[in-house]
């Protein structure tokens, strides 16, 4: 399908966009919060999709990872305002209690199921890790400032953690 | 702190999050390049995180795809990347769209925004099924708490959000996120003094015209209690916390042990 939205097919970019929309949507809005700038967002991330389509490997991942990587790439360039991320920690710390189970109340969808038991198997630590960044849009060393432990060991969770989140789903590129 | 130097290879997993920025990033996109087992274990990695943002899927506003589709029908496409091009589409796009140094910040992040309470949400379906509660119950206490969690949002996302802090005098440090626009608090706090079980923590807004219970606080979590959500805020409030008989009281019946004007 991608191949055909790379020669220009509208048609094929339609049928796309309804089924990429709210993936891409969720993860925009999970990581921007504000819904305005999520649409922008979104939208942007669509329209990349049009223009890079050709670029589309399937060789080398799913239609899918290559769309959320972008959607996920341009959500976190967002939000990663310096002036204001030391803010954002500050809160974050602060209201981490809640902070960790993000899928847990995700509209119920096949998806969020699978990814939710699967989350569980993860030790605390990985699983923080993983949805601090991926839901949080911090970077690794923002992810150990909030944790309280040191760079090395959230790198080395986040690594660990996204394995067994693969194995655990069973997806391979 | 900043001198800390993890092996490259553990970095796999920040890349895969795009949890990597600046000199961290660049060090791991150069090691990438020689490391053929780095690119296939990203891939894979990729399609893990492709999955957290599946679980994540939420119906778009209306009129996004339409606008999507406009603005494509106006907007040039690439052409392929011609053969012997060694880069991978993820490099390739990097470089396309300057991604290892993106335009920061054109609009200041109330992005961070936590899902925060939402979990209150989960918690809400386990208590229900603890307490016998029917279906339909649950799932009016279900769209309660998912209410309250939209409005915790928006207090901690509000442009006039303003954070303090205090020390409850018992023992223990209360968090609070203000937002005058909303006019509602969020109350967080960290090591309060565990009570026994016939007493119990109450928030107060605290007036001259009479003291308005704002809520008790939950059993705490790891060490932390809350969030709490306080809302009908009106201006020369202070916040109050004080200890009460479980089930709380319709008046403060003890001495403060937090009182913060807001």
Same mark, same amino acid.
């Given at each position: 399908?991608?191949?055909?939205?790379?020669?220009?097919?509208?048609?094929?970019?339609?049928?796309?966009?309804?089924?990429?929309?709210?993936?891409?949507?969720?993860?925009?809005?999970?990581?921007?919060?504000?819904?305005?700038?999520?649409?922008?967002?979104?939208?942007?991330?669509?329209?990349?999709?049009?223009?890079?389509?050709?670029?589309?490997?399937?060789?080398?991942?799913?239609?899918?990872?290559?769309?959320?990587?972008?959607?996920?790439?341009?959500?976190?360039?967002?939000?990663?305002?310096?002036?204001?991320?030391?803010?954002?920690?500050?809160?974050?710390?602060?209201?981490?209690?809640?902070?960790?189970?993000?899928?847990?109340?995700?509209?119920?969808?096949?998806?969020?199921?699978?990814?939710?038991? %699967?989350?569980?198997?993860?030790?605390?630590?990985?699983?923080?890790?993983?949805?601090?960044?991926?839901?949080?849009?911090?970077?690794?060393?923002?992810?150990?400032?909030?944790?309280?432990?040191?760079?090395?060991?959230?790198?080395?969770?986040?690594?660990?953690?996204?394995?067994?989140?693969?194995? %655990?789903?069973?997806?391979?590129? | 702190?900043?001198?800390?130097?993890?092996?490259?290879?553990?970095?796999?997993?920040?890349?895969?999050?795009?949890?990597?920025?600046?000199?961290?990033?660049?060090?791991?996109?150069?090691? @990438?390049?020689?490391?053929?087992?780095?690119?296939?274990?990203?891939?894979?990695?990729?399609?893990?995180?492709?999955?957290?943002?599946?679980?994540?899927?939420?119906?778009?506003?209306?009129?996004?795809?339409?606008?999507?589709?406009?603005?494509?029908?106006?907007?040039?496409?690439?052409?392929?990347?011609?053969?012997?091009?060694?880069?991978?589409?993820?490099?390739?796009?990097?470089?396309?769209? #300057?991604?290892?140094?993106?335009?920061?910040?054109?609009?200041?992040?109330?992005?961070?925004?936590?899902?925060?309470?939402?979990?209150?949400?989960?918690?809400?379906?386990? @208590?229900?099924?603890?307490?016998?509660?029917?279906?339909?119950?649950?799932?009016?206490?279900?769209?309660?708490?998912?209410?309250?969690?939209?409005?915790?949002?928006?207090?901690?996302?509000?442009?006039?959000?303003?954070?303090?802090?205090?020390?409850?005098?018992?023992?223990?440090?209360?968090?609070?996120?203000?937002?005058?626009?909303?006019?509602?608090?969020?109350?967080?706090?960290? #090591?309060?003094?565990?009570?026994?079980?016939?007493?119990?923590?109450?928030?107060? @807004?605290?007036?001259?015209?009479?003291?308005?219970?704002?809520?008790?606080?939950?059993?705490?979590?790891?060490?932390?209690?809350?969030?709490? @959500?306080?809302?009908?805020?009106?201006?020369?409030?202070?916040? #109050?916390?004080?200890?009460?008989?479980? #089930?709380?009281?319709?008046?403060?019946?003890?001495?403060?042990?937090?009182?913060?004007?807001?």
């Amino acid at each position: 399908m991608l191949g055909r939205v790379a020669r220009g097919d509208q048609d094929a970019f339609e049928a796309v966009c309804r089924y990429i929309a709210a993936p891409v949507f969720g993860t925009v809005r999970a990581v921007v919060r504000d819904v305005p700038q999520s649409e922008e967002v979104a939208q942007e991330v669509l329209v990349e999709v049009w223009q890079h389509a050709s670029r589309f490997d399937a060789s080398r991942g799913s239609a899918l990872a290559w769309v959320t990587t972008i959607a996920h790439r341009r959500a976190v360039d967002r939000v990663r305002s310096e002036q204001r991320s030391a803010e954002r920690e500050r809160r974050a710390a602060a209201f981490r209690v809640a902070y960790n189970d993000v899928v847990e109340t995700a509209e119920a969808n096949l998806d969020a199921e699978r990814v939710r038991r %699967c989350l569980r198997s993860l030790t605390i630590l990985q699983r923080e890790a993983v949805t601090l960044a991926y839901y949080g849009g911090y970077t690794y060393r923002q992810v150990a400032g909030l944790l309280g432990v040191a760079a090395g060991t959230v790198s080395t969770r986040m690594r660990d953690g996204l394995i067994r989140l693969r194995d %655990c789903l069973g997806v391979q590129p | 702190m900043r001198t800390h130097r993890p092996e490259p290879h553990t970095l796999a997993g920040a890349y895969a999050l795009d949890a990597l920025t600046g000199a961290d990033r660049a060090r791991f996109e150069r090691h @990438l390049a020689r490391c053929p087992q780095c690119a296939q274990e990203i891939r894979g990695l990729r399609e893990a995180t492709a999955r957290l943002a599946a679980a994540a899927a939420e119906q778009p506003p209306a009129g996004l795809t339409e606008r999507a589709l406009a603005a494509a029908a106006r907007t040039r496409q690439l052409p392929p990347l011609t053969r012997g091009s060694r880069l991978s589409w993820r490099r390739a796009a990097a470089r396309r769209h #300057g991604w290892a140094a993106p335009a920061r910040g054109r609009t200041p992040g109330r992005a961070w925004m936590p899902r925060l309470a939402l979990a209150l949400a989960g918690a809400a379906i386990i @208590l229900a099924g603890i307490l016998g509660l029917t279906a339909r119950d649950a799932q009016h206490q279900l769209q309660q708490d998912q209410q309250h969690a939209r409005i915790i949002a928006a207090v901690l996302t509000a442009r006039d959000a303003t954070m303090f802090s205090g020390r409850v005098s018992t023992g223990g440090t209360a968090t609070i996120v203000m937002s005058a626009h909303e006019h509602a608090l969020v109350f967080a706090a960290a #090591g309060l003094r565990p009570l026994p079980p016939s007493r119990c923590y109450e928030l107060w @807004l605290m007036r001259p015209g009479g003291d308005q219970p704002a809520g008790m606080l939950p059993e705490p979590q790891h060490g932390m209690t809350g969030p709490v @959500l306080a809302s009908g805020l009106k201006p020369g409030d202070h916040l #109050g916390l004080t200890i009460e008989p479980t #089930g709380g009281t319709p008046h403060p019946t003890t001495t403060a042990i937090l009182l913060l004007p807001l």
